[in-house]
């Protein structure tokens, strides 16, 4: 099965919140829950690493500010 990174899109919600619930079940912030994403300001950004049939593999979320990353999800 072919993976794409591309940027998040408001249709990825519910597989971001699925991936998202799924990669934090087994760490200590697994009732860190969300019921929609956050939003993520410019110049931050948010890509995503989707399947063939677009659901969501991989995500990761980047708040930039001034000279400073910081990697939220």
């Known amino acids: 099965m072919n993976h794409v990174i591309r940027e998040y899109r ?15 079940l087994s760490t200590p912030y697994f009732d860190d829950v969300l019921t929609t994403k ?5 110049p931050g950004f948010s890509p995503v690493v989707a399947t063939e049939l677009g659901a969501i593999a991989g995500i990761v979320d980047v708040g930039v500010d001034d000279e400073l990353a910081t990697i939220d999800t």
């Open 10 to 24: 408001p249709a990825d919600e519910i597989s971001w919140l699925r991936c998202r619930v799924l990669s934090f």
């Open 38 to 42: 956050p939003q993520v300001r410019a």
